[in-house]
């Protein structure tokens, strides 16, 4: 008989450790994959940026060429010939 209360509860035993083990290891993974989309999205917005910024300063100096031209077609001209 005490044998068998032993069995009975370490079978219990057994299978709430079990079950507190796969907790675990869900959690871990969980925090993995929660980590893993978090670089993921990092790595997104680099990209991104690597590809937006770099033209923004060829395109704003050639903003100012072109205004800076623009202006300069108009000096010395009669204002009557201008539109």
Known sequence: MIESVRQA???RFEVRKASIE???EQEINEAK???RQK???VQTQIR???V?????PALALA???FIRRRAQETEGVARERLR
């Open 52 to 56: 937006v910024l770099p033209p923004i």
């Open 33 to 35: 994959l929660d980590v």
């Open 39 to 41: 670089i993921d999205s």
């Open 9 to 11: 509860e370490q079978r």
């Open 48 to 50: 991104l940026a690597a």
């Open 22 to 24: 796969d907790r675990k």
């Open 63 to 65: 903003g100012m060429v």
